[in-house]
């Protein structure tokens, strides 16, 4: 029979020996999201297809051009979700968590799929991590999920990222706005792609994020909103920088950052980096105060962030970040004969039981070829058990760096000595 073994194209494979990579920034953006009170939430991966399309725009290129869409054998049309904040407002509203208490504090981690180009970057399934806040129109709330943002990139190590950050303003400016964009829009008419011409009618904001390098050069001489923005808004903006100023976070006031999706009012930002190619947005976000009534539900002002984790890993490498590994072996013990085999059995439950990683053989190898198998897979130290051990009780640790040996009882002790034993090797301290 013919081996499948090709993958899906703009899909990615997470080998066990690249996962503790996930993990590591997994788990730096579990404790911060934490330490900002959020919680985390887990949606489906398929969700009605007028949910997108309602919460993230019609005129959008996710809703276009990008989803997974398909009906199922009910009849229904259910799509892959192209990205976390419509399901998240969907499940606020479906389990009322509002009625839990103002703001609900949401984070996730999701894989999303869009049907894009795929290239360095830009992947068709691809994973966020993200956070949404609903409930909430304080500016203090705008500054503070940028705070988590950034500590989460601190945390990671990563600089030569800037936050570009812009208000788009509410239904009133953006009124104004449109309008300014079509009438400077209309002079290229015979120049704009088929897609633009009918967004120029419905949502002329989003020709400002088209992907083809004419439009793009037409754009660059469009109005900017922030000559658009309503007292209300302009108040909004400057109270949020004064929150970033006061925590000491730099940014870029940038009128060109108006996201792609179309549910975004008043706050929005993007962390970039220039050091990862084409796709250096590793982190957006923004307000989308009318995003919930959109849904069906009542007036809440709500806002959130996502992160791409295959883009943060790709900076990670260009920036040379290295990431501790504690998924190698500690301890494997080879053995010879029945007798070793049970003992070492009963000896590693111990040493796992103290959190340490511990193997032996499953395989039915010989004491040569299960050393070498114990240098393959990177342990730390190694302990050959044979007859004489057993009938001695006792047995050599050997550490596979220095080659430095040190003896053991094989009893209840075992676990806690070779515990103390690696602490004391990795600190340097003598025992
Ligand atoms: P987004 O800008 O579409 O926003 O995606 C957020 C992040 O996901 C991007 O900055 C990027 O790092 C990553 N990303 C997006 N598309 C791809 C792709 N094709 N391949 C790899 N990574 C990608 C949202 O999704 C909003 N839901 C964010 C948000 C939450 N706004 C408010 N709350």
């Not at 109270?239 to 009012?265: C, F, M, Q, S, W």
């Not at 007798?339 to 040569?368: H, N, P």
């Not at 051990?389 to 050997?398: D, G, L, Q, R, W």
């Amino acid at each position: 029979m013919a081996l499948i073994t090709k993958k899906i194209k703009g899909t990615e494979d997470v080998l066990p020996k690249q996962s503790y990579r996930w993990q590591f920034i997994e788990n730096i953006m579990r404790e911060e999201s934490r330490a900002y009170g959020f919680k985390e939430l887990r949606t489906p991966v398929f969700e009605h297809t007028e949910l997108f399309a309602r919460g993230v725009g019609q005129t959008t290129d996710v809703v276009q051009k990008e989803m997974y869409t398909f009906d199922t054998k009910g009849g229904e049309s259910v799509t892959l979700r192209p990205e976390g904040t419509a399901g998240a407002a969907r499940a606020m509203l479906e389990h009322s968590l509002d009625n839990e208490g103002l703001p609900v504090k949401a984070s996730y981690f999701v894989s999303c799929y869009r049907y894009e180009k795929p290239q360095a970057g830009r992947l068709r399934e691809f994973h966020q991590f993200g956070i949404e806040e609903f409930g909430t129109q304080s500016p203090v709330a705008d500054a503070e999920i940028i705070c988590l943002a950034q500590s989460v990139l601190d945390r990671l190590g990563l600089d030569q990222i800037h936050l570009e950050l812009n208000s788009i303003g509410c239904p009133e400016c953006r009124a104004k706005y449109n309008q300014a964009l079509r009438d400077y829009f209309s002079q290229y008419k015979d120049k704009l792609c088929g897609t633009c011409l009918t967004r120029l009618e419905k949502n002329p904001m989003r020709l400002l994020d088209c992907k083809s390098p004419e439009d793009q050069a037409i754009a660059k001489d469009a109005p900017v909103i922030t000559d658009y923005l309503c007292e209300d808004c302009e108040n909004h903006f400057t109270e949020v920088k004064k929150y970033l100023d006061a925590a000491g976070i730099a940014y870029n006031v940038n009128p060109k950052i108006v996201r792609g999706l179309d549910y975004y009012t008043k706050t929005v930002f993007e962390f970039i980096t220039d050091c990862i190619g084409a796709q250096g947005t590793v982190c957006g976000g923004g307000r989308y105060d009318g995003l919930i009534e959109e849904l069906g539900g009542k007036h809440t002002p709500s806002l959130g962030f996502a992160m791409g984790l295959e883009r943060l890993l790709m900076v990670m490498d260009a920036q040379g970040i290295e990431i501790p590994n504690n998924d190698s072996c500690a301890l494997y013990i080879a053995t010879m004969g029945d007798e070793a085999k049970i003992k070492a059995f009963e000896l590693l439950r111990r040493v796992r039981e103290s959190g340490l990683t511990a193997e032996t053989d499953v395989v039915g190898r010989g004491l040569r070829a299960q050393m070498k198998y114990a240098d393959k897979i990177g342990a730390k130290y190694s302990m050959v058990l044979g007859d004489n051990e057993i009938a001695e009780n006792k047995a050599k640790v050997k550490n596979m760096d220095s080659g430095e040996q040190t003896e053991l009882a094989l009893d209840e002790s075992f676990a806690e000595k070779f515990s103390v034993l690696q602490l004391a090797d990795a600190s340097g301290f003598q025992i």
